[in-house]
Nanobody, 116 residues
Framework: QVQLVEFGGGLVQPGGSLRLSCAAS????????MSWYRQAPGKERELVAV????????NYADSVKGRFTISRDNVKNTVHLQLNSLKPEDTAVYYC?????????WGQGTQVTVSS
């Protein structure tokens, strides 16, 4: 039973920073690619960042390149997303995700609100 739990969301001002964390359990974490998605009200869920199983390669949506950083700790079974230079358009629920045995799993989501 894959379990993903996100932490770290909150209210921040434009230009501010936030660090999101996701605690994973129920699978061999170090073998799997991990991703962060986000979904704004009335919008489609979009892929934000991806990190390979060993953490050696990352990819980002164009909208967040240079501002967000994904990382992982395969000892603690955690994945993180550092959000810098936040903009109002970054406001969304952020989800940690992975795919195990052909099933896409999601955390409960954590709200990020960027507002003055």
């Amino acid at each position: 039973q894959v379990q993903l739990v996100e932490f770290g969301g909150g209210l921040v001002q434009p230009g501010g920073s936030l660090r999101l964390s996701c605690a994973a359990s129920g699978f061999t974490f170090k073998r799997y690619v991990m991703s962060w998605y986000r979904q704004a009200p009335g919008k489609e869920r979009e892929l934000v960042a991806v990190i390979t199983s060993g953490g050696g390669s990352t990819n980002y949506a164009d909208s967040v390149k240079g501002r967000f950083t994904i990382s992982r700790d395969n000892v603690k079974n955690t994945v993180h997303l550092q959000l810098n230079s936040l903009k109002p358009e970054d406001t969304a629920v952020y989800y940690c995700s992975t795919m195990v045995d052909f099933v896409r799993s999601w955390g409960q989501g954590t709200q990020v609100t960027v507002s003055s």
